[in-house]
């Protein structure tokens, strides 16, 4: 673990945006949501953070409650949520355009 930390710290850097995807059918990756973001305020201070449900098309075990929590906790890093359907192709162009847009607006 500690060779993959030294290079997923260069991963980060100079990193504008971060997308934190997990799958709304599986709540392990909900649950592991919060060490990528103290990843990503550790090494990525600036970037924008963006969450995104995945599988949206599925009966989710990941409720809109337990992602409001997540975000309230988060103390304001959370600029969007997103839901999406990789196997439909849905959200997704919506999900990318909105991130570019802010980020154009930002600088």
Known sequence: MERIASVTSSYYKFAEAAILVFDSCNLNSFHSLSQHLVDITMFAETARIFLCE???DLTPEVTDEDIQTFCEQCHGLIQGIFKTSCKNNTG????FNTIAQSLVESN
């Open 54 to 56: 995945n599988k949206s």
């Open 92 to 95: 997704i162009d919506e999900m």
